[in-house]
Every structure is written in C-alpha cells, then in structure tokens.
C-alpha cells in the first residue's frame, strides 16, 4: 500500500518519499523461498499502477523494483520513523536519519518488521541463532531445528524444512486454532510418518549455546531439554500502538475519556427517551393505563402530568393527522384522552422512520458490498417491511376494529412470546371473548408453531428478517456491526439468553396460573423493569456505537434463546465452506453475534446453532472476497459449489 500510494502520488504530479524502515516491500521479501502469491479474488480489479498477477515472491519483487526505478519513485530503506509532529500548515516526521516535512503522511506500517519474541533466557546472548521468519529452507541442511508457533508460517515453516533436518514444533495451543486444515493435516501426516515431533500445550523456556528447554503440558509443566542448532520464533507480529500513540493517533476501540464521557451520554439519553415514555403508565385492575412506574424516575418527580400531556398531546394531534379522516368523532375523543396510547404510538412512529431511514442506508451499502445483492435486498425490505405494517396494524387498523383498549395487542401478532408477554396478560372480565381467544390462540400458534417451524427451515433468520429489536439493530446498528465484541470470553456470556427464557417461561406460569393473568404484581414487575426496561432497551441501544447492535439479541433476547434452542435441536440451515479461505478475518470482522467465522471458513468445517450463535444474516458470505462461504441445508453432505 506504501508503494501504490506513492505511484498514485507520482501520477498526480505529487512529490512523495517513502520511509521504509526495513526491505521495501517487506511482508513479500521475508517470505519463504518460492512462494506462490495468487492474485485473486480475479472480479476484485487492481486499482494501483504497481503490477501484481498470479506469481513467485521473487518475481513480484523484480517487477517492483524494476517499476520503482521505471518510475522514479523516492524510496529510502532501513531507515525508521521515530516521531511525526505538526508543525504549522505542515507535518514533520522524524525518522534515524533525518527530518522531513509534508502536508500529509500516510501511514502504510504493517506488522511486518515488528515480529513477537518469547522473551525467554538465552534469546539475547544467542540471538544469531534465532530467526523470526524462514527466507530459504535451502539454508538448513542435517541441522535441529525447533519452530516456535502454531500458527499457518510456523506450520509452513516446519513442514518446508522436515525433509532435511530434524524439526521439532512447540506450540502454547492446546489444539491448532489458527492454521489452515490443509496445514495441519500435512503437518500432522508428517509426524505420523516420524518426519517431525509435535508438542502441544508447550512453552518455550530458554535458548543455550546448544540446546533449547520448553515445558511440556502448560507453562508450569515437566521442563525437557534438546539439542538445538536454529530456532524460528514465529509466534506473530506486535502492533506498532506505542507509536501510535506517541504521534497521538487513537485507536478504533479505545476507551478514553472522550469515549467514557460518549457512552455515559448516550446511557442518559436512551434512559431520559424510555423513561418519558413510561411517563405515568401501569396497568389498573381495568386494564388502562395511568399511574407512576419506577422507570418514569426523575421525570415523574420533575415534570407535572398536565405540562407533559401538553407536549405529547399536541405531536400526537400534528403526527396522527393523516389517519383522522378515518375514525369517528367518538374514537378520536378516546385517542386524545388515552395517554398510554398517545405515548405507544409516538414511540413506533420514531422507530418506524428511524429503521426505514438506516435501513435504506444499509440497504445501499449492502447492494454495493453483496456478491448476491438480492439475499440483503430482500432481508432489508423485510425488516422495513414487517416493522412499517404492523406499524400501521396496531396503531390504525386495530384501533378501527378492536378499539383503543384493545389495539396496542396486535405487537403481539409481530413478536411472539417470550418477547412478548402481554398476550397472555392483562385480561379481566368483561373482555370481549373473541378478542381474549384469538389473540391468545395467535400467540400460542407463534410460539408452539411458526417460531419451531421457522428455526428448523431458517434457524434465527427471524432475527434478521422479521423482528422488529433485531431489526432495529440491523439498520441503526449495522455501521458499527463490526464492534461486535468477539473471542472465547465474549461468546462464554451468550447462556444469559436461555438463563432469561427460562424465567420467562416460570414467571409467565407463575401469573397467568397464580394471578389469572393480571401483572400486578412482584413477579412481573421486577421481569418488566429488569429486563423490558433495561436489557431489551436502554443497556443495548446505548451500547450501539460500542459493542455493536447485537447485544441484547445475543446476550439477553429469550425469544432469540429459544429460537437457538430449537434450532441446535434440529434446524437444518448451516453455512458453508469451500477451501479458498485466505484468511483476511472480514468475515469474522463483521459478524453482529461474534462468531469467528473465518476459523470455521479455513477449515472447511460447516457452522449453524449447534456450534454458534449465528443468526443467518448472510453478511459474512457477502464480504468474503473469495466466495468461500454459503448458505446450505443439512441434507447436503457437501458443501455446494461457490
């Protein structure tokens, strides 16, 4: 990227130097020997005048350097950049040799000349016998060699030389995680042929004149000791933050005051909006809606009933004008006098015009990103579409059909218990019948019926196509999916969802059977307050631009729970692999659940609810570059063809 910007920068008549602190083009000069560079994806065009086709390592290298000197292009090697400082209208960077200044600088560093060491005894006095890279497997012959790592180079790396010398691989992984299957299925043919030795769960100790000791069985283990000639430390690369920070460059991710005092922020918004719209809401032995609830606090301590109907009246009046043309006189008298009612409706129409506004947006990037752009259309304009109908559903056509009281019940036609409860609550005597049984009936018919039908045929597509706190997430959320937080820890927090669930379940039998479906009481309450309030609303949505969009559908959502339940149960949807993985980690990257789909992609190994939390989004087979993943049923015993 170094080079190409510098090309360009030459092309637009710009002067621009090059400050490379190793070998030009460092990541390809410390590959091995002969390696095979593919220029692909093939659909992907090359932008830069830098040539690049499918090639050796040593022939990319010739045809840049002949291009650099073709082109003039300023190059100064071996030569790092220590600081870079403004100074006025310009930038000076600081380098071992000189200054320089410019009006801007790109920084193209890599990780390339920052290798990892083990920082063991022995790795200073015998640092001539210790290597992070293999250059030429050539250079070893009848030597011992242990290869530090567990990673794709030091399996490469062990199997390149097992022909010649007498390898030894030591790795701190239990099992190989990172590698390609291909890789570990060679490396471990290999062994099983006594062409090299394996130790896993091992750490390297210290490095002699002539020997190396690692522990066997963890850091604390049995210490061994062998002979050694060569050691290759390839256990990564170190991110260059300390300069970084030093030139006052902030990391994506980084909590710093400013991002404190954002989220803090955002926490008192998200709270102040749910809790205006709690603002004098509880439900009466009647079944309306009046009173004080503890998540109205401070506002209901603040603000006087009559200055808050005096601002929520009239912006329903204004908002609500397009549909009086269709309500009686009477109906509209019982709107304009039913706060809860006004409240329901002016929060749906903002999430309404909220997700229709991000989700177009999304929409757009997707078309511009997707291999298969008709997968994302159609799951956007669902999303849009499910929220926009019912949207109209509860707050215009059931208030004509079932009337005011009635009308807010229809949410749960959209989403279904356990997301929903008050399907099952609130009736007294003097309902309607008809109006008690059918949307009971609905409910039990989406709970016991569609929900399983749907997880065995789409697993939790449901999240991503219907539901409306998904939906959100995938269209306000969606530019910050990739925040997602991800690694074994993360993943280790997603049993709160089915830990939820089942207290839904106890306390939804707890007060339809002990309280004949009325919610006031204790249990519902503290569920109501705890996890309608908090978990599903102000927590996640504050939590957005941090940890992305799906934290409540991952962590907390029971319905979500128990949509992955049936569908590690017997869902048949699994996405699949094709063995062209290259490991760029975007897939993984832009995963809203954090599963780490490229560990999957890499070794062929299908994935769906039985070994994640995937929710069949399709993103990460749409930013794959090499078309290595895809949508299959269980049926097919292969993965389908790219």
């Known amino acids: 990227s170094g080079l190409g910007a510098a090309a360009h920068a030459r092309e637009l008549g710009l002067k621009a130097v090059v400050i490379e602190a190793n070998h030009v083009a460092e990541t390809v000069y410390t590959m091995m020997k002969g390696k095979l560079l593919l220029a692909e994806p093939e659909t ?62 790109i920084l193209a560093a890599g990780k390339a000349g920052n290798p990892r060491k083990a920082g063991v005894d022995g790795e200073v006095e015998n640092a001539a016998r210790i290597a992070h890279r293999l250059l030429d497997p050539d250079e070893h012959q009848g030597q011992r060699i242990l290869i530090y790592g567990g990673g794709d180079v030091a399996l490469e790396g062990a199997l390149a030389l ?10 701190i992984d239990e099992e190989f995680v990172y590698p390609k299957k291909r890789n570990v299925d060679k490396l471990q043919a290999a062994a099983a042929e006594g062409k090299l030795k394996i130790h896993m769960n091992s750490f390297l100790k210290e490095v002699g004149t002539d020997s190396v000791a690692f522990s066997n069985g963890g850091p ?64 009466a032995g009647d079944g309306q809606l009046q009173g004080h609830k503890i998540a109205a606090w401070p506002f209901d301590r603040l603000i006087a009933p009559e200055s808050y109907d005096s601002v929520v009246r009239p912006l329903f009046e204004w908002t609500y004008a397009p549909f009086t043309w ?103 005597d003097g309902d309607p019948a008809w109006i008690m049984h059918s ?48 690694g074994k820890r993360s993943r280790s927090w997603e049993f709160q ?30 569920y109501d307050y705890l996890v309608d309030f908090w978990l599903v609303a102000v927590i996640p949505i504050a939590l957005y631009p941090f940890f992305g969009g799906k934290v409540w559908c991952r962590y907390w959502c029971p319905l979500a729970a128990y949509n992955g339940l049936l569908s590690k149960w017997y869902g048949r949807l699994k996405i699949w692999s094709n063995d062209k993985c290259i490991s760029c980690t975007q897939c993984s990257k832009y995963c809203q659940v954090g599963v780490d789909v490229m560990a999957f992609a890499k070794n062929q190994e299908p994935f769906d609810n039985r070994n994640s939390a995937c ?9 794959c570059p090499m078309a290595v993943l895809s949508f299959a049923t269980q049926e097919e015993t292969a993965a389908p063809a790219a």
Not at 74 to 79: S, V
Not at 362 to 378: C, H, V
């Open 44 to 105: 992907v065009p090359l932008k830069s005048s830098m040539w690049f086709e499918e090639c050796t390592k040593e022939e990319l290298l010739e045809k840049w350097n002949a291009q650099i000197a073709e082109q003039g292009l300023d190059i100064r090697e071996f030569e790092k950049v220590t600081d870079i400082r403004r100074s006025g209208d310009v930038l000076e960077v600081e380098s071992q040799k000189g200054m320089y200044k410019g009006r801007r600088v």
């Open 162 to 171: 097992a022909d010649h010398n007498e390898v030894t691989l030591v790795t």
């Open 220 to 283: 604390d283990g049995e210490r061994q000791s062998i002979g050694n000639d060569f050691v290759y430390e390839m256990i990564g690369a170190e991110l260059p933050t300390p300069f970084f920070k030093k030139v006052g460059i902030k990391l994506e991710g980084e909590w710093n005051r400013a991002r404190w005092v954002t989220l803090f922020g955002l926490f008192a918004f998200v709270y102040s909006l749910y809790s205006l719209k709690k603002f004098g809401v509880y439900r």
């Open 326 to 428: 269709l309500f009686s006189d009477q109906a509209m008298a019982d709107m304009l006098t039913d706060r809860g009612f006004q409240q329901g409706y002016l929060y749906s129409l903002l999430y309404t015009v909220i997700m229709a506004f991000f989700g177009y947006e999304a929409l757009i990037r997707w078309r511009g990103i997707a291999r298969r752009k008709t997968y994302q259309t159609w799951r956007y304009a669902s999303l849009i579409g499910f929220q926009l109908a019912f949207f109209l559903i509860v707050n215009v056509v059931a208030v004509q059909a079932l009337t005011v009281k009635f009308a807010w019940r229809a949410w749960g036609l959209y989403q279904p218990y356990p997301l929903f409860f008050n399907t099952f609550f609130w009736w007294y």
């Open 439 to 486: 949307f009971i009936g609905a409910g039990l018919v989406g709970t016991l019926v569609a929900i399983p039908i749907a997880s065995r045929n789409h697993g939790k597509r449901f999240c991503t196509w219907v539901c409306g706190c998904g939906g959100l997430a995938e269209t306000l959320g969606d530019r910050w999916r990739h925040l997602a937080a991800k």
């Open 497 to 526: 969802g089915v830990v939820i669930f089942l207290a839904s379940v106890l306390i939804g039998l707890v007060v339809v059977g002990l309280y004949q479906s009325d919610g006031n009481n204790a249990w519902w309450r503290v």
């Open 615 to 623: 929710i069949q989004c399709g993103i990460c087979i749409d930013v």
